[in-house]
């Protein structure tokens, strides 16, 4: 999955989820582990690397 994908993917995950998407790709991680998937794995991989790059949105 090319870099820009991933961005988009990460954006959608931090607007549905706010706070918790990391702890929603990290469940994505280990159900595509389980699955044997490891294409899923390290995508989802690079999207929770792409959560941690970016900050969360500020409330308030």
């Not at 702890?23 to 294409?39: F, L």
Request: proline share 3%; charged share 30%.
């Amino acid at each position: 999955m090319d870099a820009v994908k991933i961005a988009e993917l990460a954006r959608a995950l931090r607007t549905a989820h706010g706070a918790k998407a990391p702890v929603e790709a990290a469940r994505k991680i280990r159900e595509y582990k389980v699955s044997g998937n490891n294409t899923e794995v390290e995508n989802w991989q690079r999207i929770r690397n792409a959560l941690d790059t970016t900050s969360a949105p500020h409330q308030g």
